[in-house]
């Protein structure tokens, strides 16, 4: 049997004539920049994380760089962040020309660890960005009441997490703004790059809004440097047909989330802990095992799809040696990245190959 990573095609066929619909609606309007459908996806949007208001970009990478630049961060500022995320966390960061500053992790739910936050503020702290990994939210109270003890902004990098709660709020509603990708491989997935960044702030909303379009407002004269960090009106289009679908296809990974937990109760894989105080979306299904590397290479022979999540820690990535980060920095995010593994977790999984799956990795272990 074969069982991908993930299946997007599978996803597609259910919902193709519906896409189609909407893109040829975009096309035949030729209304290619902007438009009904970004506009009509920032509200619902803003709608579904309980904000007043949402900004459409052009990756969940943009999003974040545009937060920072909206914000004003810059040479001489410092952003805390976790080691352990995706690149772009903190490659934006740098980008602006700011220093990332790693704290590490809690080894259960692979998020920043609040309680290391506060000693590594200076005065050249600007900002704390959370990153709510693998479709679980940090624990964002303590962060909230450090950040507002030390007056910094928090971006919330929500990339993985849309329509998440932490005790009952949503991803991206609890920080000065969120950020959201819809990279295909997530719950809420385009059919190219495409991001969002929603916040309360209306002073933010209306910097978002002139940067993303080179800093100009009214065209052509620019107060601001800003960038091309528009949301593509096709991209738009086709996250309006899949927005409605989004609750059942979580509801489906975290079903599917529960099937692996209960059948590696007693082995020796690590499950997913979840915060009793969230709701995760499971984009991601990660466990932790002994000899992964090993595993992975049986895995893969047995035609199932895995993938490590994140193999080197960013304070040991070659490009930000500059900032001194060594073997030891970071300890649970340096051993995370030594045992954690992902598993198939799409909502078009069948009972059978979840199975395959298990047997799969208990035959290994046995």
Known sequence: MQVPLLDLKAQYRTIRQEVLAQINEV??????????????????????????????????????????????????????????????????????????????????????????????????????????LFGQMADMDPIMQIAGRASLAVIEDAAQAISATYKGRRAGSIGTCGCFSFFPSKNLGGIGDGGMVVTNDEALYQRLMILRNHGSQPKYYHKYIGGNFRLDPIQAAALLVKLPYLEKWSKARRKNAAYYTKRFEGTPVRTPVISEDCVSIFNQYVIRVPRRDELVAYLKEKQIGCEIYYPVPLHLQECFAYLGGKEGDCPEAEKAAKEVLALPIYPELTDEMKEYVVQTILAFYS
Do not use: W
């Open 27 to 132: 096309l035949d309007s030729q209304v290619c920049i902007g438009g009904p459908k970004v506009e009509q996806l920032e509200k619902e949007i803003a709608q579904l994380c309980g904000c007043r208001y949402a900004v459409g970009v052009s990756s969940g990478t943009d999003a974040i760089l545009n937060s920072l630049m909206s914000l004003g961060i810059g040479p001489g500022d410092e952003v805390i962040t976790t080691p352990f995320t995706f690149f772009a966390t903190a490659g934006c960061i740098a980008r602006v020309g700011a220093k990332p500053v790693f704290v590490d992790i809690d080894p259960d739910t692979f998020n920043i660890n609040p309680a290391l936050i506060e000693p590594a503020i200076t005065r050249h702290t600007k900002v704390v960005m959370p990153v709510h």
